[in-house]
């Protein structure tokens, strides 16, 4: 069946990166984009952009440009987000989600709880 | 690009029928029919329920249901049950490869 597989949680310290992935079964990977997702504590769900999946170009939201990275390996069918120089404020569960006929997102994958605290 | 605008909360008895409204623009939810809607429980990732503003894939109770008019998208559930206590919320294409979710509403089943 189509399943998206997310990393574990991590837990890091203000300044550091991370990296999440996600690797995605079941279906040919590359003609589906992949979208990601963040939730913070409490909050709703805020769309931070999108990545093709046969080009590599990515899409990113207002305010998720600068600090925020998609990209893939395609030989392992898997999606990455990487958040560099990381503040409290990203704190969050981060879900990957593919893209569907470009207009809805099914499935999710489990999510990703990030924590940054010193 | 402004979150869609939902109801924080919407509550019903078992049996009744409610409906959650989202509420976009002109250049949103009023340019197309690219809504679609999401359960989810908490600690759970999202689910889809509802995709092209009406439209329900099969593992989806009939119960629930979309319709669109203008700028506001609305979902519907009817025969509540017990396990629709959940947050929902709405998802619209909002024009160059980009997307806005909802605010979110929690249902509560009472």
């Known amino acids: 069946q189509v399943q998206l597989v997310q990393s574990g949680s991590e837990l890091k310290k203000p300044g550091a990166s991370v990296k999440v992935s996600c690797k995605a079964s079941?279906?040919?990977?590359?003609?589906?984009?992949m979208n990601w997702v963040r939730q913070a504590p409490g909050q709703g769900l805020e769309w931070m952009g999108w990545?093709?999946?046969?080009?590599?170009?990515?899409t990113y939201a207002q305010g998720f440009t600068g600090r925020f990275a998609f990209f893939l390996d395609t030989s392992v069918s898997t999606a990455y987000l990487q958040i560099s120089s990381l503040e409290a404020e990203d704190t969050a569960v981060y879900y990957c989600?593919?893209?569907?006929?470009?207009?809805?997102?099914?499935?999710w994958g489990q999510g990703t709880l990030v924590t940054v605290s010193s | 690009q402004s979150a869609l605008t939902q109801p924080a909360s919407v509550s019903g008895s078992p049996g009744q029928s409610i409906t959650i409204s989202c509420t976009g623009t002109?250049?949103?939810?009023?340019?197309?029919?690219?809504v679609s809607w999401y359960q989810q429980y908490p600690g759970k990732a999202p689910k889809l329920m509802i995709y092209?503003?009406?439209k329900r894939p099969s593992r989806v109770s009939n119960r629930f249901s979309g319709s669109k008019s203008g700028n506001t998208a609305s979902l519907t559930i009817s025969g509540l049950q017990a396990e629709d206590e959940a947050d929902y919320y709405c998802?619209?294409?909002?024009?160059?490869?980009?997307?806005?979710f909802g605010g979110g509403t929690k249902l509560t089943v009472l």
């Open positions: 989600a593919r893209d569907v006929a470009g207009n809805w997102f099914d499935p």
């Open positions: 002109s250049s949103d939810i009023g340019s197309h029919n690219l």
């Open positions: 998802c619209s294409y909002a024009g160059s490869t980009t997307f806005v």
């Open positions: 079941g279906y040919t990977f590359t003609h589906y984009a």
């Open positions: 092209e503003a009406t």
């Open positions: 990545i093709n999946t046969n080009t590599g170009n990515p």
